[in-house]
């Protein structure tokens, strides 16, 4: 049967609800129409429910438009249908059905913010309506747009049960970890840990949190077990090194900074903290070595070639700012004013990397 005469029927159950809602013999005789059209289309499911609509005394609007959305939906016009489904929601705003429907044809004509709004309505009155993946997409776009506290609703549903999504349980103690809620965020790490017990990056990340609580003792156990299931992960080797330094267990530091060193060989940093363990420990022809190689990594070759002998090294992460932020001075006679130089690393790259016209000039204040 032509689909013409679907679209005809459809025009007509519309303005019968619209000019004929206090005439039931009017809209009565459209739904049966409509019955039978959908009938002879072998629709049969469909038909039963408007012939049902036909036989009520009372306009049931509700129902009607959000039939009539289906309908749209079934001819592809995808703009009529939302307009179905929006009239349905007036007269039956909390229906999780209506919802769903509006949410994927939002979905459909790409308004994302909708659509997202839809189902974060649907899935407050049917929490059932969608699976732990549909929570943690609805997660991710909710967290997009600054709404946390029901992007967090819908990640605790990703995370819930023996199920979860395990990217969702990082997202939600990120989440925690950023308000400062870190009890939350360690029940989250460990909810986790529950589910894959294996899981180096939720040991790290419990870890990082006992480090930022000063509970050295339980940092160390969660960044060893990282390393156990990782043996490349070497965020917790770098970890490591921080507790250590700051315990002056300098030996320890001494170790985990040469196994960072086998697994990323060109890492500035840890020369800087080689160098810091290697002075703590008397070791200070070393310490220099080191801080100098940190320098070297960075970018300032002539700290190693003019044998600068720096003992602590409190500048060489800045290389990278100053380097980009002063690049446009290079090559100029410019006048330099340092106040405070300590044991000059800064001055000497300020000569050597910026200072190198022949008219310029610096002036060290310490």
Request: proline content about 2%; some cysteine.
């Amino acid at each position: 049967m032509n689909s013409t005469y679907l679209a005809q029927a459809i025009t007509q159950c519309e303005q019968a609800i619209t000019t004929s809602a206090d005439n039931p013999e009017q809209w009565q005789a459209a739904f049966n129409n409509l019955g039978n059209l959908l009938q002879g289309r072998a629709e049969f499911d469909r038909a039963i429910v408007w012939h049902s609509l036909a036989l009520d005394h009372t306009l049931n609007l509700a129902e009607a438009y959000s039939q009539l959305g289906e309908l749209h939906l079934l001819e592809n016009d995808l703009t009529a249908a939302l307009g179905s489904f929006e009239h349905a929601l007036k007269y039956f705003p909390n229906c999780a059905r209506i919802y769903s429907a509006l949410a994927q044809i939002n979905g459909q004509l790409q308004r994302r913010d909708a659509e997202m709004e839809c189902w974060y309505q649907a899935i407050q009155i049917n929490p059932n309506l969608v699976n732990q993946q549909g929570y943690y997409k609805l997660a991710k776009a909710l967290e997009k747009k600054g709404k946390i506290t029901e992007a967090i609703a819908c990640y605790e549903q990703a995370t819930a049960g023996t199920q979860g999504i395990i990217a969702a349980f990082f997202d939600l103690g990120e989440i925690y970890q950023r308000q400062g809620k870190l009890e939350l965020a360690q029940a989250v790490y460990r909810r986790l840990l529950e589910v894959e017990p294996t899981a180096a990056k939720a040991h790290y990340k419990l870890g990082t949190i006992y480090l930022q609580q000063g509970a050295f003792v339980e940092a160390i156990a969660c960044f060893r077990l990282t390393i156990k299931y990782d043996p490349d992960f070497p965020w917790a080797y770098r970890d490591l090194v921080k507790i250590f330094l700051l315990t002056e267990k300098w030996d320890e530091a001494i170790s985990t900074c040469y196994a960072i060193i086998n697994l990323v060989e060109e890492y500035p940093w840890v020369y800087s903290q080689l160098g810091n363990a290697l002075r703590g420990k008397g070791k200070l022809a070393e310490a220099v070595t080191n801080f100098q190689k940190a320098c070297e990594h960075r970018g300032w070759d002539q700290c190693v070639s003019h044998n600068y002998f720096f003992s602590v090294d409190i500048f060489s992460y800045r290389i990278p700012v100053w380097s980009e932020l002063l690049k446009f001075f290079s090559e100029q006679p410019i006048n330099v004013l340092e106040v405070g130089c300590y044991q000059g690393m800064s001055s000497c790259w300020l000569v050597d990397q910026l200072l190198t016209h022949q008219a310029s000039h610096l002036t060290c204040i310490d």
